[in-house]
DNA sequence: TCAGACTATGAAAACGATTTCATGATTTCG
DNA sequence: CGAAATCATGAAATCGTTTTCATAGTCTGA
């Protein structure tokens, strides 16, 4: 492999002259120049990025933290982001913690050890306080997950009014009856403000607040077979129920579907996302913005890294967007 | 931030020997290896990773090259590679060619200027003899992807048999007309042996082929819709329709269903893939061991890499498995 | 015309690790 | 007991760039 000094020399220059062409510095002559672009061309030389990287210290290299890359949600955010991030010239490391706090934080020491100039993370397994440390070594950008504690930049929708769109939209058809179906209960904002967003709804309606109809740890659509048949097990059934993702809407209609229920007649579904298979069903979903949060949190870290910007917060709130179709 | 050096000084020994408790080089007295993990604790060190990728020529990552990660075939091959590669303790780069040889190009330059230590293709934009000379930089690996002129490992699947067994099922249901519908019809070995595999069965039991039933460039659920009324408008229609994709057979069971047409009984649908959708709508289908042939890739290019051995071919070929639902 | 600014170049330092080489000290073994 | 092998350590070279500093020539303007 042709390095710098071999380019040097063929071209009878000092490293420091193709250095200097290589980065379009100022105060080299056209002549010399043409010269190092022809013994660069020549040894087809490329300069090392490991050197070049120690040297300036910084890698143009940006983590992506996701749960899992299976998840659609997920999906496509590392695809606009992987995009935004290589027309920038940027490159894409892609970290899946598994839902784990250990996996987590190992790949925190990407950070550390200087294999990246920042992170963004999608969603967070551990405390604030765990992670807090590591803004010592480089910039975070949350995008989607919000925390409180979290000083930095942030990039996220308002799921209060995403609930309670979803919410309002089942009132609005006649119901009174609402169950509601979420992810994890655990302290995560995210989950807290949707339940937020579907209580308003209610409250606002004079609707009541009904405690067996919360249904909890559905993530899958395996989850939502469950979850009908929990429904359907009930003595004082709900007529629709609102959903945190289309994969537990799925299964939910499925299950249903299979037990010869009329939807939207016998059961109401709203699902959350929008992603492919809500067409496919005629689901009516929540459509979120993720493009947006895509590009806006990209966008964000890499003015972060490039004009060396301090660590604050600063909030980018976007809304969702009811899609209507068959299931409601 | 602190480095090899100021360890070295604060536990009052030379860079050397610290470099060797961080190596877990053999010859170093339990003592002073105390004395040095004691020291790397006190001024919470990292080694710099820049600075090691430098010295020791390899950067432990490695990139992975898809069309788009939100495919779903893919992404599913990427979480796999990923927790793998997270497992050996490599990183993964994600590089998205957006089907275009120029993107796949450019990615190129990732391995020639030694940010990665590997490359893994799991679809090819351009003509081998583009990508080849780009072997004297590092090992390359076949995923999915296969081509005769590349003399590299590659982990595929017979295709042939995929598209022979989905025929023949159809054929054993009792159609004698079977439409056939793929993606690119482009020098492509994969989509190649596909046909090869319609064909084949067609000609064991003795069926009409008809040009008219070979339809193209299906890639998505929008294009499966555009087939079913290619399809609908035929004078001789088929009866069956075998598709390359779970988005295009979701296309045409979605459009087929909105005219109200009943699935299997008016046209039976094969997809290939078995994702997620595909359960919803009971869609029979192919399913690929994606976990496995990722899997094996993986261990391939590690291995390759780590035993520096000569990239030569080495092919390693799986089978599919019918999976019957619904639609035929 | 001469001081200061600007242009053009190269030598050498710096980035932060690992590896090679050299040197003793200690152990092994015929 | 003495030679060879093994253990333990550090100084210095090395990986391949970019950056700093020094130097010298050329312009510019009062």
Not at 2 to 30: E, G
Not at 54 to 80: C, D
Request: aromatic share 8%.
């Amino acid at each position: 492999m042709a390095t710098i000094q071999d380019v040097a020399k063929l071209a009878r220059l000092s490293r420091t002259t193709v250095s200097r062409v290589i980065n379009h510095h100022p105060y080299v002559t056209d002549e010399k120049k043409r010269l190092v672009l022809k013994a660069m061309e020549e040894l087809n030389y490329v300069p090392n990025s490991s050197a070049r990287r120690l040297r300036k210290q910084q890698t143009e290299t940006i983590a992506v933290y996701v749960p899992r890359i299976t998840n659609p949600f997920f999906s496509q955010m590392v695809e606009v982001m992987g995009n935004h991030a290589s027309e920038k010239g940027y490159q894409l490391i892609l970290c899946q913690t598994s839902y784990s706090r250990n996996k987590e934080i190992n790949y925190l020491e990407l950070l550390k050890t200087k294999q990246v100039d920042g992170l963004i993370l999608t969603s967070i397994e551990n405390e604030w306080r765990e992670i807090k440390p590591y803004l010592n070594y480089g910039p975070i950008v949350l995008c989607n997950e919000y925390n409180d504690d979290a000083d930095i930049p942030t990039v996220y929708l308002n799921q209060v009014e995403g609930a309670y769109i979803g919410t309002r939209h089942l009132i609005e058809q006649g119901h009174t009856k609402i169950a509601y179906c979420s992810g994890d209960n655990s302290a995560s904002r995210l989950a807290f403000d949707r339940f937020k967003g579907y209580k308003q709804a209610l409250k606002e309606a004079g609707l009541e607040f009904n405690d067996k109809w919360i249904l909890t740890n559905a993530f899958s659509i395996k989850d939502g077979k469950r979850i009908f048949r929990a429904i359907a097990d009930m003595e004082d059934r709900p007529t629709a129920v609102f959903t945190g993702s289309d994969e537990v809407a799925s299964g939910i209609w499925l299950e249903a579907t299979n037990h010869y229920w009329s939807i939207p007649d016998d059961l109401a579904i709203i699902g959350f996302d929008d992603q492919p298979q809500a067409e496919l069903i005629g689901l009516t979903t929540i459509e979120q913005p993720i493009d947006e949060i895509a590009k806006r949190a990209m966008g964000q870290m890499i003015e972060t890294i490039e004009n060396k910007l301090p660590i604050k917060k600063k909030e980018i709130q976007l809304n969702f967007q009811l899609i209507k179709r068959r299931s409601t």
